[in-house]
């Protein structure tokens, strides 16, 4: 980077380039989103059926991916030219403020940064000093500095000081932009595609290294975006997303999609889109560790035959790979399991009238995390929140998004042309066993702030005029957890409704935080987990003297609406068509009085 160069270079060039690589990542959203919700969504919608459609769908879902590729590929391009900018203004801006100085002074700067000054004013022992010539190149060390500021002042020419200063604030500002283009320019080259139309897993993983390294680089850059207050509200989430300009908006998504997909308070839409970032990129990266694992090896076992009998003995080779493998492999492929079956979500959109699915919170910590809602919650006249229990899971994610969106087809038949929105909210830790967990309320008292605090941001993000209705709905220890919120807190619903609950850690419908009567449940008959669960999460009430203990909702003292239940067991209060479902999706249309309690 020489004085000619940096001169002449223009970052606001950059920071245009920087625009219309974002405008082409919200393009490449856009055409995502109408390939997904308006073509994918439209096929569907029109009942379509047929090996043409299904291969149109494949079509289809592999351009959307290239459009959620090219989105955040552009978007960090995007982000890595302002970097540059930022870095190359800062030196161009020390390198035009020693020019001015140069020039103020009446000094000469060279094509090659020396600094030509004139002879001295005045004479010194009798004569005029003469000018001279100051480099601000050499040994760059804050001693060698030093060392030759001090000789220029000692010099007797007054000018020679502030000449050989300016040198080096010359030389000092070529450095850092020569350091700012040997920075940027493999980041920038790491972030061309391959040209395939095939986004690959290799392809996502590749993106997760270009964002870290595109955040290496503009570190400098990204300190002057102000991150989200620490522990903040979901109102000071809020607060702080709509006080970042676009630029901003664009960076911190591309280089903290994760950090953004959970922030509560924030819309639906920005939400959604981070946490489609991370899956993708957690897809690809658990595809490509699976695919790494060599296969079990084909000799497993052979049989002896023994006085007792024949015996299966497993060979050495199947021992050794179950010791490096197996438990690996039943992680990658119960994760991809669960990933998979979320996209299956995407790609349902239209299939029986149903809304776009929204993304609002993803992780393959612990368990796994998974947030999915049927239609946007921002919009929504009414949303109900639903909370599955034991071993609620990522690997286990689908049944929770089919009870969900069953709730939904059902709920919207009824609501009287109302929006609605369901939500599969895993957002916790969920007991894994029935027997050794479930009995135990740490799963629910950890996980119940993080609940609270999600209701809490669907009221601060919501859009739509009026305050809106909202359900929460508990299934199992799911319910336990809720009860759990309204202890530990302000529960920000309107109705709640229980099934198959073992209790709720508080005695009376009047402690759950929702107005009176606003309380429903249900119990199937041949459902075990009532009566089971009220010796470990039922609540107590003093009648007189007296405290009685293990009060779960299905009991009358309990004070909730038993809702009619026409289905059997613990597992079947989503099955279409039945009563039981259909009191629930009154309920959380607000049509109360349409619900058919029991006598």
């Not at 000469?108 to 004139?118: E, F, I, K, L």
């Not at 270009?210 to 809020?238: C, F, H, M, Q």
């Not at 699976?290 to 035959?305: F, M, Q, R, S």
Request: charged share 25%; proline share 5%; glycine share 12%.
């Amino acid at each position: 980077m020489d004085l000619k160069t940096l001169k002449s270079l223009k970052p606001a060039e950059y920071e245009g380039a920087a625009d219309g690589y974002r405008a082409l990542a919200d393009m490449a959203q856009s055409a995502k989103d109408q390939v997904e919700a308006g073509v994918i969504g439209g096929m569907r919608k029109a009942g379509l059926k047929g090996e043409a459609l299904d291969a149109a769908l494949g079509e289809l879902r592999e351009l959307a991916k290239n459009f959620q590729y090219t989105q955040v590929e552009c978007g960090l391009i995007s982000t890595a030219l302002n970097g540059f900018a930022f870095d190359i203004a800062a030196a161009k801006r020390k390198l035009e403020s020693a020019l001015l100085e140069a020039e103020s002074r009446k000094f000469t700067v060279n094509d090659d940064g020396t600094v030509t000054y004139p002879a001295g004013p005045d004479k010194v022992d009798g004569e005029i000093p003469g000018g001279g010539t100051a480099r601000g190149y050499g040994d760059d060390s804050p001693q060698a500095r030093d060392v030759g500021r001090q000789a220029a002042y000692q010099y007797p020419n007054p000018y020679a000081g502030p000449a050989y200063d300016i040198a080096v604030r010359i030389t000092n500002a070529l450095s850092e932009a020569t350091a700012a283009d040997g920075k940027w320019a493999p980041k920038l080259r790491a972030l061309k595609a391959d040209d395939d139309l095939t986004v690959s897993a290799r392809d996502w993983t590749d993106t997760t290294a270009d964002t870290s390294g595109v955040r290496e680089a503009a570190g400098t850059y990204l300190r002057t975006i102000e991150g989200p207050p620490k522990d903040a509200s979901p109102a000071e989430n809020a607060a702080w997303w709509k006080g970042l300009s676009d630029e901003e908006r664009d960076a911190y998504i591309s280089m903290n999609p994760a950090s953004v997909g959970v922030l509560d308070g924030l819309p639906a839409t920005v939400r959604d889109e981070a946490n489609r970032t991370v899956l993708a990129q957690k897809h690809g990266e658990y595809q490509l560790a699976l695919n790494a694992i060599p296969p079990a090896p084909e000799n497993k076992y052979t049989w002896i035959n023994t006085a007792r009998g024949p015996v299966k003995v497993y060979s050495d080779e199947y021992m050794e790979w179950t010791r490096k493998y197996e438990g690996e492999e039943k992680r990658l492929t119960q994760g991809l399991k669960g990933m998979e079956r979320i996209e299956q979500r995407f790609d349902d959109t239209g299939t029986e009238g149903l809304p776009e699915a929204y993304l609002l919170g993803f992780s393959t910590e612990g368990d796994g995390r998974a947030i999915i809602a049927n239609g946007n919650p921002d919009t929504a006249d009414h949303t109900a929140v639903f909370v599955p229990g034991t071993g609620a899971s990522l690997e286990k994610v689908g049944g929770d998004i089919s009870r969900m969106t069953t709730l939904w087809e059902t709920a919207d038949k009824v609501a009287g042309g109302e929006s609605v929105a369901t939500i599969t909210w895993i957002g916790y830790d969920a007991p894994d066993n029935a027997v050794k967990d479930a009995p135990f309320s740490h799963y629910a008292n950890d996980g119940a702030p993080a609940l609270n605090r999600f209701l809490d941001g669907l009221d601060t993000s919501r859009t739509a005029e009026g305050p809106g209705h909202t359900t929460v709905i508990g299934h199992s220890y799911g319910s336990t957890l809720i009860g759990s919120a309204a202890r530990q807190g302000d529960l920000n619903a309107d109705d709640l409704i229980f099934a198959g609950s073992p209790g709720v850690q508080v005695g009376s419908a009047e402690e759950l935080d929702v107005a009176k009567g606003r309380v429903w449940n249900q119990e199937a008959p041949g459902d075990p987990v009532p009566d089971i669960g009220r010796y470990g999460h039922g609540g107590g009430q003093l009648i007189g003297h007296q405290v009685i203990t293990g009060i779960i909702p299905s009991d009358s003292l309990f004070g909730a609406n038993q809702m009619t239940t026409d289905t059997r067991e613990h597992s079947n209060y989503w099955v279409d068509g039945k009563e039981t479902l259909r009191n629930q999706a009154f309920v959380v249309v607000g049509k109360h009085g349409n619900v058919k309690l029991e006598d």
